[in-house]
């Protein structure tokens, strides 16, 4: 029998959704079991972190899936935050992999935390990708059980239904931005950009949970988004094509091209997201420089 095609992006948002179901499930069996997974294995993943065994389990369950997938002849690499570049056989596809966003969130049981998965795809990707190159996109949230989804071209999508933000953001009667999603809200990077949070924002959030912050601004649920420091892109790939599917903006640092950010597992720039250009000059203010 003939391979398999590496299948369009609508059928790895399919295999996203079996991922996740994974996970899920490897979730419910440790709770059931009253297994640790919040417990630290010792070692570093290849993005820098400690590893939790709830982000081992979670990534091994995606493996599989992936494993699958290229049983039946999709050709592809895995970028994932504890394993690093895996080779399924094309750098010129490449799926981002964040085995649980938000994991500090959920070893202290916080509910915002997430499954993040992406597809980019191009001339040897995997290599020298940027986030343009993104064409579809889920990010599961763990907490409430809520999809999102994204297809380059296609749209948004919250749990299968049409999803399309707002406009424009919400303002106070001053003008500023009425709510904001703050992430890297380490107490120095806020503080750093006190100022411009104070010029600029009437509130804000701070979820611990960069995927589900910008699938916020895809839904209209916060005005903007910012990272006060550097984000890596398996964190924030998917997630930020549900923005620019949704109808908002994305910039990645502030040099000429918004969506000039490498795929791979530095942490380069911070990322901002809003509803409007006006919205999007704001966040891009915030983060300090």
Partial sequence: MAPSPTPAPEGWITA?????????????AAAEAGTALTR????????GDRTLVIDADAEAAIFDVLDGLHRDGARFTALSEERGLVDYGSPDVL???DPIDGSTNAKRG????????ALATGPDVAARGTMADVACGLVAD?????????????????DGAPLRGPERERRSADGRLELVAIESADPRNVLASGDALAASVHRLRAIGALALALCWVGGGRVDAMASLWRCRAIDVA?????VRESGGLVAFGDGPDPLAAPLDLEPHV???AARSAEGLADARALPAR
């Fill in 270 to 272: 911070p990322v901002v």
């Fill in 142 to 158: 763990l907490g409430s059980g809520e999809r999102w989804t994204a297809i380059r071209g296609a749209g948004a999508r919250l």
């Fill in 40 to 47: 630290e294995t010792g070692s570093r993943g290849a993005g």
């Fill in 238 to 242: 998917a997630g930020q094509l549900v």
């Fill in 95 to 97: 799926v981002l992999i």
């Fill in 110 to 117: 916080l509910p915002h935390h997430a499954v993040s998965l």
């Fill in 16 to 28: 996203f959704g079996r991922a996740a179901d994974a996970v899920v499930g490897v979730l419910h």
